[in-house]
């Protein structure tokens, strides 16, 4: 960069050098590389094809020092507060980046370890090599991965061993306390499913204040030879929350991984969700909507990379917007040469309930193989008239009529979801984010 750094850029630098170094010495100098990759590229601007609709011209000009780590372990936080229904498994809890065991409970039964990731450095920190010293694409596109790559210093590790069926999902929670206004946490989350395992993950995103914080979390999802993960994400941030999240998935052969996202939360959220489909007759299906009012800003990016034969992948994503709020979604589906009988699709529907919501979505598909089913296809509209003339002319207020319309539309992406107390519940929180938005004009 030539120019001297925003203030963003200048208290990340000033919280790193803060940071004691590990005396491991990949993950130490894996943290120099990365921090010195972001003070490089600083954060992404709008020229930037992959930031195009998520401007950060006001977050350039704000200073975040990091979390204090002993404020959040002093906290005062109820369980009741990340509570649901249908996920009674093992937890863990992290308040401001911060482990929290006496919130969490590590036990996920035999051939499982789940431990948050400072414990796991400090008793084998070899196995985690290959992902905390990972290099992402040195550029402002990724800065936030850098960011979070050299600040990272807590996180969760969940592995299951082969063959191992977690009967219960393991609950991985992200409380912001309300407690430490215009700070910053980053965690990393470490999740792999042995050869013919099977686990379910619930990662939870929730607010005990509505303090000004920004967080990172940069995920690793990997599916062995024939095993199954589900994924669901429950992001409820406060209002007052900047929240970035990179998700990189990595299937096997004959691995399925399903993911359910429901984005409600945060003042300025962006979801990078990418898939590469390693293996021959893996699947990966995804399902999200988001619902946003005011003056919200959810930027959701996923990319899906099919390399092997026979593989599958199918998308249902859908979006409402009221108020000032603004939705993007670009969804990308690549079959690379070689990966003969792919079958993706990808659908992506949004309704704007306001005159003043803006929604962006950016299909793409890209096709280098041979013999392959691939379909994809993106909507923006308004409620339908003539179905709200229908449920009125039944007696159903205009307000209700809104609800069960936009309800219905937006329950198409969690019906798939096997849990059932859970998915209830999950429609439940969904109706409560939604009265805003069903207000008669």
């Known amino acids: 960069m030539t120019s001297a750094p925003s203030p963003f850029v200048r208290a990340a630098l000033d919280a790193a050098a803060a940071v004691p170094t590990t005396g491991i010495a990949w993950l130490d100098a894996a943290r120099r590389e990365n921090l010195d990759a ?22 350039s000009q704000r200073a975040f020092a ?8 002093g906290a005062s936080i109820a369980p009741s507060l990340f509570a649901l229904p249908g996920v009674d498994g093992a937890r863990v809890v992290l308040v401001d980046g911060t482990f929290r065991a006496d919130l969490s ?8 370890e789940l431990a948050p990731l400072s414990d796991a450095l400090a008793d084998q920190p070899e196995p985690l090599r290959f992902a905390l010293a990972n290099r992402y694409r040195r550029g402002a596109a990724d800065a936030f991965a850098h960011l979070n790559a050299a600040l990272a210093s807590e996180g969760v ?5 082969d063959g191992v069926q977690v009967a219960n999902p393991v609950h ?27 686990v379910d993950v619930v990662e939870h995103f929730v607010a005990a204040g509505d303090a000004t914080q920004l967080g990172t979390v940069v995920a690793d999802y990997t599916a062995r030879e024939g095993a199954t993960l589900g994924l669901v994400i429950v992001q409820d941030a406060s209002s ?67 390399k092997a ?40 529907k949004n309704l704007l309930l306001s005159g003043s919501a803006e929604i962006d979505t950016k299909p793409e598909l890209e096709i280098y193989a041979d013999e392959v089913k691939a379909a994809h296809g993106a909507t923006i509209g308004q409620l339908d008239e003539r179905s709200l003339f229908y449920l009125r002319s039944r007696g159903i207020p205009l307000v209700e009529a809104r609800s069960l319309l ?36």
């Open 38 to 59: 972001f003070a490089e590229t600083g954060l992404p601007e709008g020229r930037n094809e992959a930031w195009k609709y998520t401007p950060l011209r006001a977050l």
């Open 172 to 198: 991985i929670v992200h409380v912001t306390s309300g407690t430490q206004p215009d700070t910053a946490w980053h965690a990393r989350v470490l999740v792999e499913a042995g050869k013919g395992a099977h």
């Open 66 to 73: 990091l979390a204090d780590s002993g404020v959040a372990a």
């Open 240 to 306: 007052a929350t900047t929240l970035v999240r990179r998700g990189d998935v990595r299937l096997d052969a004959d691995a399925t991984v399903t993911v359910h996202a429901l984005e409600l939360g945060g003042a300025l959220v962006r979801h990078e969700l990418t898939a590469d489909v390693l293996g021959d007759r893996a699947r990966f299906n995804t399902r999200g909507v988001f619902a946003l009012a005011g003056r919200q800003h959810v930027d959701t990016q996923l990319e899906v990379h099919h």
């Open 157 to 161: 590790v969940l592995r299951v061993a």
């Open 406 to 441: 936009t309800l219905a539309f937006c329950r198409a992406a969690l019906e798939s979801l096997p849990n059932e107390a859970l998915r209830e519940h999950l429609g439940d929180l969904l109706v409560t984010h939604l009265p805003t938005t069903l207000a008669a004009e």
């Open 309 to 348: 034969r026979d593989t599958a992948s199918e998308a249902l994503w859908r979006g409402i917007a009221d108020g000032r709020s603004r939705g993007v979604f670009r969804g990308a589906i690549v079959v690379a040469e070689g990966a003969d009988g792919t079958d993706a699709s990808l659908s992506n």
């Open 105 to 112: 409970s590590l036990n996920a039964g035999d051939g499982v």
